[in-house]
């Protein structure tokens, strides 16, 4: 369990608290969205239009919102949204080029007085301390889906590390087509995980009996709705960093 520092506690409970500012990063990896790329914004509200640094790091100022963090006791859990401005297409461009399907976001928040000094026109800021944030550090949620795309924001459905799921395919796809195959994705897949089915990773060979056999397992193993994400993950279009 997370505990928010002393500092924070007593800003929040003094008569004149200082701003409560949220920070967002989004993680994408090679591993999972095809490129290691992290974007830093910040909601650009509490009268902070322009851009903040915090720990060094500059994290632009960005139309964002987002609700259903809170954790309750009914026994499901929370996956909260975020809607973020699509100014110019920037996210849309963002998601024609990367998967962002379990890339992870990371919600940071701390109060306007543990800023670093750069953001003060007096270039000094006494009180600045990046170990000042809520919980002790950050956040992590997972993108699940894109819930809305449009020319004015995009939104994100975002769930918890419990609720992704167990299944992670490589980032290996199929130069000539640009797309993964089902026979790819599943022999890739399967090998590693049953080691007499007689698959290689060479899956344009493989015996039609024993891929059947293979697509079978999978189904009954991560369910029909799972087949239908990956139909989404698999035949996205592959970007130039994707086929280095």
Same mark, same amino acid.
């Given at each position: 369990?997370?505990?928010?520092?002393?500092? =924070?506690?007593? @800003?929040?409970?003094?008569?004149?608290? $200082?701003? %409560? %500012?949220?920070?967002?990063?989004?993680?994408?990896?090679?591993?999972?969205?095809?490129? #290691?790329?992290?974007?830093?914004?910040?909601?650009?509200?509490?009268?902070?239009?322009?851009? +903040? *640094? &915090?720990?060094?790091?500059?994290?632009?100022? =960005?139309? +964002?919102?987002?609700?259903? &963090?809170?954790?309750?006791?009914?026994?499901?859990?929370?996956?909260?949204?975020?809607?973020?401005?699509?100014?110019?297409?920037? %996210?849309?461009?963002?998601?024609?080029?990367?998967?962002?399907?379990?890339?992870?976001?990371?919600? +940071?928040?701390?109060?306007?007085?543990? !800023?670093?000094?750069? #953001?003060? $026109?007096?270039?000094?800021?006494?009180?600045?301390?990046?170990?000042?944030? &809520?919980?002790?550090?950050?956040?992590? /949620?997972? +993108?699940?889906? *894109?819930?809305?795309?449009?020319?004015?924001?995009?939104?994100? @459905?975002? =769930?918890?590390?419990?609720?992704?799921? #167990?299944?992670?395919?490589? =980032?290996? &796809?199929?130069?000539?087509?640009?797309?993964?195959?089902?026979?790819?994705? *599943?022999? *890739?897949? /399967?090998?590693?995980?049953?080691?007499?089915?007689?698959?290689?990773?060479?899956?344009?060979?493989?015996?039609?009996?024993?891929?059947?056999?293979?697509?079978?397992?999978?189904?009954? $193993? %991560?369910?029909?709705?799972?087949?239908?994400?990956?139909?989404?993950? !698999?035949?996205?279009?592959?970007?130039? @960093?994707?086929?280095?």
């Amino acid at each position: 369990m997370t505990t928010t520092p002393d500092k =924070v506690e007593r @800003e929040l409970h003094s008569l004149e608290p $200082s701003a %409560i %500012i949220e920070l967002f990063e989004l993680h994408l990896t090679a591993a999972v969205n095809g490129v #290691n790329l992290v974007y830093y914004y910040h909601a650009g509200t509490n009268e902070l239009s322009q851009d +903040i *640094v &915090f720990n060094g790091v500059t994290y632009s100022a =960005v139309p +964002i919102e987002v609700d259903g &963090f809170k954790v309750t006791t009914k026994g499901t859990l929370p996956r909260p949204r975020m809607k973020i401005a699509n100014a110019n297409n920037a %996210i849309t461009a963002l998601l024609n080029t990367y998967n962002p399907l379990q890339a992870e976001v990371r919600r +940071i928040r701390t109060c306007k007085k543990f !800023l670093d000094a750069v #953001n003060f $026109s007096s270039g000094s800021n006494p009180t600045a301390d990046p170990t000042a944030t &809520f919980g002790s550090g950050y956040e992590s /949620w997972y +993108i699940d889906r *894109v819930a809305s795309e449009n020319p004015e924001l995009v939104e994100f @459905e975002l =769930v918890g590390k419990l609720d992704l799921t #167990n299944l992670r395919l490589p =980032v290996t &796809f199929s130069k000539r087509s640009g797309h993964w195959t089902w026979r790819q994705a *599943v022999a *890739v897949w /399967w090998v590693p995980r049953c080691k007499t089915s007689g698959l290689t990773q060479n899956s344009t060979q493989q015996d039609p009996r024993q891929m059947n056999v293979a697509v079978s397992w999978l189904m009954a $193993s %991560i369910g029909l709705v799972e087949m239908w994400r990956m139909t989404l993950v !698999l035949t996205l279009p592959l970007t130039q @960093e994707t086929m280095r």
